[in-house]
């Protein structure tokens, strides 16, 4: 009889966001898949768990797919969790998750914390529909996504880091224009959370005042 793979979303930031019944799937299970050990091992010492980790990141997955599946397939149960949020949103995962699937392993996912859905619901743009793009291409491709994002008629979430937030900002006023209202969530459920809100314009002057953001970063761009 096959195991079972659970994808287990862990906090992006407030450790109290954890859910009962993910910390009961990790302590439960033959072996945690962490995106980062010394990242999880933080999250495990503090609910006193003690199922073994190994690494499973966008470095390695290709290689060690197949070797987990088989274990899937030997009856053991696998938690697979990222850094923060939910594995396979911008996160690895994908291939384990679609691995198991075409070869006939239950797959579970536990509902909890990801990082888009609090910033698209605070943003206080529509919500009822709307585009996640992840990050943006580095290079290739990045001008046809934003020329993409200029044309739609739906709120569009991305994902960016601190020493990138100035230049998309800067492209979301060339391509979408200067009145574009955008919003920024950084540091969401931790400390310092913050949503900064107004006009593309309005937000990269604020960004270049501040000489520049910290935090993770989610970008909410108005249609």
Known sequence: MSGILYVVPTPVGNLDDMTFRAINVLRE????????????????????????????????????VERYVKGLQQGQTIALVSDAGTPGISDPGFLLIRAAVKAGVEVITLPGATAFVPALV????PCDTFYFEGF????????????????????????ESPHKIEKTLAQIVEFCGSERPVTISREISKKFEETLRGSASELLSIVQERGGLKGE???CIGA
């Open 29 to 64: 299970a033959d072996l945690i898949l962490a995106e980062d050990t010394r990242t999880t091992g933080k999250l495990t010492a503090h609910f006193d768990i003690a199922t073994p980790k190994q690494a499973f990141h966008m470095h390695n997955e290709h290689k060690v």
């Open 217 to 219: 970063l989610v970008v």
């Open 122 to 125: 605070n943003s206080g743009l």
């Open 136 to 159: 943006l291409p580095p290079k290739k491709g990045r001008q046809t996504k934003l020329e993409s994002i200029a044309a739609s008629a739906k709120t569009v979430v991305l994902y």
